[in-house]
């Protein structure tokens, strides 16, 4: 059997939800009651983000999948959820995964990593984003440290970057909403982004105006606020639901007996999927797939594909 120490859950039994009355409904509200539901909303996810969880990195990594799904439809592409954990499985490490597979990474790389964006790191994102790079995207890191240096609230600093992005390359609101949920972190000091803000974007693009933001400085901020207190919820209600899967497959692990368990088991915790086709230095290919069917007879993990063959495993 495996005797690496597998974690034991930090978060608390109860995964905080945001109250109903903080979850927006129908239009856009004015400004001041948009920035109030983001405040209630942001402040139940900042307490799920600070309880640090086993599973939290699992759960990023499916936000990160939702918010690729979204940026995929809004630069016209048709992949679903499968298809896109299919690109970044089933990619051979340093092969291209694709225009839609690209979006997946770029979503992906800023669920883990600590916020903060260099020239660098931004050139290689817009490459992931297929925005090109020119002088004014540039400026966009010194436009965040502004930003970060003054007292605006949170979801207004980031509704100030995706404002910023438009002036200096329009037509690239995927590379906005991607340094909005930066700088949103940046500003609650998280030690790590949530993918929030693409999965709720489409209220930002205006019928028949090729995907313009709203003209005004209110109309956006509002927007903003909104898509944050929206993926507040989505966030939240995704974590109450992965919470009693990874406390199920916590509670299987003393039935395990494959060598190599452990280290399965804190993959599965840490990723959205992963391939039935596991192979570690302690586990082979042969026992991965038995201990994934053990888990899922066991109730602890599902199969996600849906397909016979190259199975995905995950919470």
Same mark, same amino acid.
């Given at each position: 059997?495996?005797?690496?120490?597998?974690?034991?859950?930090?978060?608390?039994?109860?995964?905080?939800?945001?109250?109903?009355?903080?979850?927006?409904?129908?239009?856009?509200?004015?400004?001041?009651?948009?920035?109030?539901?983001?405040?209630?909303?942001?402040?139940?996810?900042?307490?799920?983000?600070?309880?640090?969880?086993?599973?939290?990195?699992?759960?990023?990594?499916?936000?990160?999948?939702?918010?690729?799904?979204?940026?995929?439809?809004?630069?016209?592409?048709?992949?679903?959820?499968?298809?896109?954990?299919?690109?970044?499985?089933?990619?051979?490490?340093?092969?291209?995964?694709?225009?839609?597979?690209?979006?997946?990474?770029?979503?992906?790389?800023?669920?883990?990593?600590?916020?903060?964006?260099?020239?660098?790191?931004?050139?290689?994102?817009?490459?992931?984003?297929?925005?090109?790079?020119?002088?004014?995207?540039?400026?966009?890191?010194?436009?965040?440290?502004?930003?970060?240096?003054?007292?605006?609230?949170?979801?207004?600093?980031?509704?100030?970057?995706?404002?910023?992005?438009?002036?200096?390359?329009?037509?690239?609101?995927?590379?906005?909403?991607?340094?909005?949920?930066?700088?949103?972190?940046?500003?609650?000091?998280?030690?790590?982004?949530?993918?929030?803000?693409?999965?709720?974007?489409?209220?930002?693009?205006?019928?028949?105006?090729?995907?313009? @933001?709203?003209?005004?400085?209110?109309? @956006?901020?509002?927007?903003?606020?909104?898509?944050?207190?929206?993926?507040?919820?989505?966030?939240?209600?995704?974590?109450?639901?992965?919470?009693?899967?990874?406390?199920?497959?916590?509670?299987?692990?003393?039935?395990?007996?494959?060598?190599?368990?452990?280290?399965?088991?804190?993959?599965?915790?840490?990723?959205?999927?992963?391939?039935?086709?596991?192979?570690?230095?302690?586990?082979?290919?042969?026992?991965?797939?038995?201990?994934?069917?053990?888990?899922?007879?066991?109730?602890?993990?599902?199969?996600?594909?849906?397909?016979?063959?190259?199975?995905?495993?995950?919470?």
């Amino acid at each position: 059997m495996d005797l690496a120490p597998i974690p034991h859950s930090k978060a608390p039994q109860r995964v905080p939800a945001v109250p109903s009355w903080a979850v927006p409904r129908g239009p856009v509200p004015d400004p001041v009651e948009a920035a109030f539901l983001a405040g209630a909303a942001l402040n139940a996810l900042d307490n799920l983000v600070r309880a640090d969880p086993t599973w939290a990195g699992a759960w990023r990594a499916r936000l990160a999948l939702q918010c690729a799904v979204v940026a995929g439809r809004q630069a016209g592409r048709s992949e679903d959820e499968n298809a896109l954990r299919d690109a970044w499985v089933l990619c051979a490490p340093g092969d291209d995964p694709g225009p839609a597979g690209r979006l997946l990474v770029a979503w992906r790389r800023l669920a883990e990593r600590s916020p903060g964006v260099d020239t660098v790191a931004l050139q290689s994102v817009c490459a992931l984003l297929g925005v090109s790079w020119g002088a004014r995207l540039a400026a966009l890191p010194v436009e965040i440290e502004r930003l970060l240096a003054g007292s605006r609230p949170a979801p207004l600093a980031a509704a100030a970057i995706v404002r910023a992005v438009d002036a200096a390359q329009p037509g690239a609101p995927l590379l906005g909403w991607w340094l909005a949920d930066q700088v949103l972190a940046l500003r609650l000091r998280w030690p790590l982004p949530v993918p929030l803000l693409m999965a709720n974007a489409g209220g930002v693009r205006r019928a028949g105006r090729g995907g313009e @933001l709203p003209p005004n400085a209110d109309g @956006l901020d509002a927007t903003v606020c909104v898509a944050a207190a929206q993926g507040a919820v989505r966030a939240c209600r995704l974590a109450a639901e992965i919470a009693p899967r990874a406390a199920r497959l916590e509670a299987v692990v003393p039935k395990l007996r494959a060598k190599g368990a452990g280290d399965a088991v804190r993959r599965l915790l840490d990723d959205d999927v992963v391939p039935g086709t596991l192979q570690t230095d302690a586990l082979s290919r042969w026992a991965a797939r038995r201990l994934f069917d053990r888990l899922v007879a066991l109730g602890a993990v599902r199969e996600l594909s849906g397909r016979p063959q190259f199975k995905l495993f995950g919470l």
